[in-house]
């Protein structure tokens, strides 16, 4: 007969199933009862933050149930019958590039000095899978990890008698918040969650379960280490970030400001007063995570709380590939939608499709000061695609004005 609640023991098979999976970091968490005054909190922190609009565009994270109550302001509002979640993490392909870039002492950062003319598409995006021929096939860490997730899901279900859901990001669920609970890290004032021996560079997964912990079995909270210290917020190229100098700063952003948001889940035009800043991102922003010290001095070991150094299984499908790192615009730019597919068929460009992608081409040819664009700008520019057009005619205007 399978156990019941989370004892010592079993919580120690799926520290080791985890790590077999190819997981960095595992933890595991009580989900606070809806009256407990922390939920009370967060819920109320939530609701706040959706109020203020931060949200932006983000519908999904707007939805609430019959009651009224927001779907992602306590797992069981969705899922009455959670008790427990185990949050599983994976070093991004950026995180681990050091390890296989050999001409590269550390990870490659957005903040480093690049050639002219180059875009930065953020590290989590650079997954891929080695082929037989040599080359990498772009792989997505949502498809990765559900498989991963499944495969211990499966083993637990025969050490323990549960009900279980998997999820990677597209749950109803605040899963930095989870993942803080469950010891793999804290809440950074650039709002990732920040473990102490491996940085920022994670990618969270959850398995919600129906098992209560056992009484004794302790959470394992990680301290919060960002103390005094500003570099996130003052990087942040659209003020996004709204904490401050104190140690107990609330850890928000304004999300409809984040670069993040504006080339990955933006649809449309984007703010006109906001593309100056956007610099060269085309997918997604990792300036806040690139400019925090956690981060240079992230090592391969894992948090001494969570048990042996890091396994290497789950590599094949986490590879990063090269010619993503600094990509040539006009590379880029040059894309027709069967090169597109060719190249981002299965990561995550793809969900952001190349219109979008173009968009944010067009923007950073026109923060990149080079006059070698205004040529595919002018081309844009007559485009049948409004936003492109629009995007390519702002992005001129402001190339001619660096002359
Ligand atoms: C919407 C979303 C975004 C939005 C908004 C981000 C944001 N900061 O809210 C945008 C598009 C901007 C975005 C960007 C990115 N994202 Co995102 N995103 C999500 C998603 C789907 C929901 C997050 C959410 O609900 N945000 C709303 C705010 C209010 O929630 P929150 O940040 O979780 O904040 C809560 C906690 O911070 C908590 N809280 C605040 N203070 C404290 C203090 C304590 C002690 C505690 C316990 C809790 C707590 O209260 C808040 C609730 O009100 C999650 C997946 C998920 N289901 O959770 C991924 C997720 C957060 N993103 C992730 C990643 C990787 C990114 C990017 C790095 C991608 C990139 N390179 O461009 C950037 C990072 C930008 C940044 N600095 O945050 C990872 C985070 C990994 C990590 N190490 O933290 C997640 C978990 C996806 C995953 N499965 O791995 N993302
Ligand atoms: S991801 Fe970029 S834009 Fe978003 S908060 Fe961080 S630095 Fe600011
Ligand atoms: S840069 Fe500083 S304040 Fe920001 S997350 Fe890192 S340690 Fe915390």
């Given at each position: 007969?399978?156990?019941?609640?989370?004892?010592?023991?079993?919580?120690?098979?799926?520290?080791?199933?985890?790590?077999?999976?190819?997981?960095?970091?595992?933890?595991?968490?009580?989900?606070?009862?809806?009256?407990?005054?922390?939920?009370?909190?967060?819920?109320?922190?939530?609701?706040?933050?959706?109020?203020?609009?931060?949200?932006?565009?983000?519908?999904?994270?707007?939805?609430?149930?019959?009651?009224?109550?927001?779907?992602?302001?306590?797992?069981?509002?969705?899922?009455?019958?959670?008790?427990?979640?185990?949050?599983?993490?994976?070093?991004?392909?950026?995180?681990?590039?050091?390890?296989?870039?050999?001409?590269?002492?550390?990870?490659?950062?957005?903040?480093?000095?690049?050639?002219?003319?180059?875009?930065?598409?953020a590290?989590?995006?650079?997954?891929?899978?080695?082929?037989?021929?040599?080359?990498?096939?772009?792989?997505?860490?949502?498809?990765?990890?559900?498989?991963?997730?499944?495969?211990?899901?499966?083993?637990?279900?025969?050490?323990?008698?549960?009900?279980?859901?998997?999820?990677?990001?597209?749950?109803?669920?605040?899963?930095?918040?989870?993942?803080?609970?469950?010891?793999?890290?804290?809440?950074?004032?650039?709002?990732?969650?920040?473990?102490?021996?491996?940085?920022?560079?994670?990618?969270?997964?959850?398995?919600?379960?129906?098992?209560?912990?056992?009484?004794?079995?302790?959470?394992?909270?990680?301290?919060?280490?960002?103390?005094?210290?500003?570099?996130?917020?003052?990087?942040?190229?659209?003020?996004?970030?709204?904490?401050?100098?104190?140690?107990?700063?609330?850890?928000?952003?304004?999300?409809?400001?984040?670069i993040a948001?504006?080339?990955?889940?933006?649809?449309?035009?984007?703010?006109?007063?906001?593309?100056?800043?956007?610099?060269?991102q085309?997918?997604g922003c990792e300036i806040?995570?690139?400019?925090?010290?956690?981060?240079?001095?992230?090592?391969?070991?894992?948090?001494?709380?969570?048990?042996?150094?890091?396994?290497?299984?789950?590599?094949?499908?986490?590879?990063?590939?090269?010619?993503?790192?600094?990509?040539?615009?006009?590379?880029?730019?040059?894309?027709?939608?069967?090169?597109?597919?060719?190249?981002?068929?299965?990561?995550?460009?793809?969900?952001?499709?190349?219109?979008?992608?173009?968009?944010?081409?067009?923007?950073?040819?026109?923060?990149?000061?080079?006059?070698?664009?205004?040529?595919?700008?002018?081309?844009?520019?007559?485009?049948?695609?409004?936003?492109?057009?629009?995007?390519?005619?702002?992005?001129?205007?402001?190339?001619?004005?660096?002359?």
């Amino acid at each position: 007969m399978g156990s019941n609640e989370w004892s010592a023991k079993l919580r120690g098979w799926v520290e080791q199933a985890a790590r077999a999976a190819g997981f960095d970091l595992v933890g595991v968490a009580a989900v606070r009862d809806p009256g407990e005054p922390a939920a009370v909190e967060e819920a109320e922190r939530f609701e706040a933050w959706i109020d203020a609009g931060y949200a932006g565009e983000m519908e999904y994270l707007k939805r609430r149930d019959e009651a009224g109550r927001l779907l992602r302001s306590g797992l069981q509002v969705a899922m009455p019958w959670t008790r427990s979640v185990v949050v599983c993490a994976m070093r991004t392909a950026g995180a681990r590039s050091s390890e296989t870039v050999a001409t590269q002492a550390a990870a490659p950062r957005s903040v480093d000095p690049a050639p002219p003319g180059t875009g930065w598409i953020a590290s989590y995006a650079w997954s891929g899978r080695r082929q037989d021929d040599g080359s990498i096939a772009a792989t997505d860490y949502h498809e990765e990890m559900i498989a991963r997730l499944r495969a211990i899901e499966a083993g637990l279900l025969t050490q323990a008698q549960c009900t279980t859901r998997c999820y990677v990001d597209t749950g109803p669920m605040l899963e930095r918040s989870l993942a803080a609970q469950a010891g793999v890290g804290w809440i950074g004032k650039n709002t990732c969650v920040i473990n102490q021996q491996l940085g920022s560079g994670l990618l969270l997964g959850v398995i919600v379960t129906s098992l209560p912990m056992a009484e004794g079995v302790a959470e394992l909270a990680a301290a919060d280490r960002c103390g005094s210290c500003t570099r996130c917020i003052d990087a942040c190229p659209t003020g996004a970030l709204l904490g401050s100098k104190s140690a107990d700063a609330p850890r928000t952003m304004d999300a409809s400001r984040c670069i993040a948001y504006l080339t990955i889940e933006k649809k449309g035009a984007i703010d006109e007063n906001l593309r100056a800043q956007m610099g060269r991102q085309v997918f997604g922003c990792e300036i806040c995570q690139d400019v925090c010290p956690w981060n240079r001095r992230a090592s391969i070991d894992v948090n001494q709380n969570m048990g042996a150094p890091s396994t290497r299984k789950g590599w094949d499908s986490m590879q990063p590939r090269v010619e993503l790192v600094n990509p040539a615009l006009d590379w880029l730019a040059a894309m027709d939608a069967r090169e597109f597919k060719r190249r981002f068929k299965g990561s995550p460009l793809e969900r952001t499709g190349r219109k979008r992608l173009l968009r944010n081409v067009a923007i950073a040819m026109g923060n990149s000061g080079e006059a070698r664009f205004l040529p595919q700008l002018d081309e844009w520019v007559r485009s049948d695609d409004a936003v492109l057009a629009e995007a390519a005619a702002w992005a001129r205007t402001r190339l001619l004005a660096y002359k």
